[in-house]
């Protein structure tokens, strides 16, 4: 079964600093997507950005981008020019083939004033 | 269309008792899931339907658990005799053929307290 880590069960930093999310999995699948979703406080989740693992270049969305080593099976987050509207958890996920996604533990990040 | 609906957003029951939560879907999506997130940890995954058929149900989901889809609209998750290892919250989310991979649109979800 495929599985997903995050090892970072907390993370703090100012404003308009950069700040890089952890994510490791586990699969024998070749082709695969991953994805990264936050969940502010009291809110919905919602979709961040989505990789390809058949795509070799990284996934950007606005201030957020990624770093996949499909080798290392490492799916990194990096939030730029990090805001306070950030302030979430976020959870790294897998899309199995059979049409779900499973999730890691979470990151909960703080952005500080 | 608002986005995923759930009712209600709060259930405070007495171990023993039955619960059902409803999930509203996003009208044009055909795909409906249902998740468990317990305090500090990640969404696991419960069951799947698409359009009315449940196609896939976790281990997670005893007999004590049913979900249904009927006329592949909305979608109730029914516990039955509780117990306080089901506090958690039980989270409902919707896809559509439009959307891409893995996208999927979740409700606030229904947080449940067993005492």
């Known amino acids: 079964a495929q599985t997903v880590t995050q090892s970072q069960p907390e993370m703090s930093v100012q404003e308009a600093e950069t700040v890089t999310l952890s994510c490791t999995y586990d699969?024998?699948?070749?082709?695969?997507?991953l994805f990264w979703y936050k969940q502010p406080p009291s809110r919905q989740m919602i979709l961040v950005i989505r990789?390809?693992?058949?795509?070799?270049q990284n996934a950007t969305e606005n201030r957020f981008s990624v770093n996949f080593q499909k080798a290392a099976k490492s799916f990194s987050l990096k939030i730029s020019d990090s805001q306070l509207g950030d302030t979430a958890m976020y959870f790294c996920?897998?899309?199995?083939?059979?049409?779900?996604?499973?999730f890691g533990q979470g990151t909960r990040l703080t952005i500080n004033p | 269309d608002t986005g995923v609906s759930q009712d209600p957003r709060h259930k405070i029951t007495k171990r023993g008792q039955n619960v059902t939560f409803r999930c509203d879907p996003i009208?044009?999506?055909?795909?409906l899931y249902w998740y468990r997130q317990t305090l500090g940890q990640g969404p696991e995954f419960l069951t799947y339907?698409?359009?009315?058929?449940?196609?896939?149900k976790s281990r997670l989901l005893s007999d004590r658990f049913s979900a249904e889809r009927p006329k592949g609209s909305f979608s109730t998750l029914e516990i039955q005799r509780t117990e306080q290892g089901d506090s958690a919250m039980y989270l409902c989310?919707?896809?559509?053929?439009?959307?891409?991979?893995?996208?999927?649109?979740f409700g606030e979800g229904s947080r449940l307290t067993v005492l």
């Open positions: 989310a919707s896809s559509g053929d439009f959307a891409g991979v893995g996208e999927l649109f």
């Open positions: 699969t024998s699948e070749s082709n695969y997507y």
């Open positions: 990789q390809e693992a058949y795509k070799q």
């Open positions: 996920a897998f899309w199995q083939g059979a049409q779900k996604l499973v």
């Open positions: 009208s044009e999506h055909n795909r």
């Open positions: 339907f698409q359009n009315e058929a449940q196609l896939e």
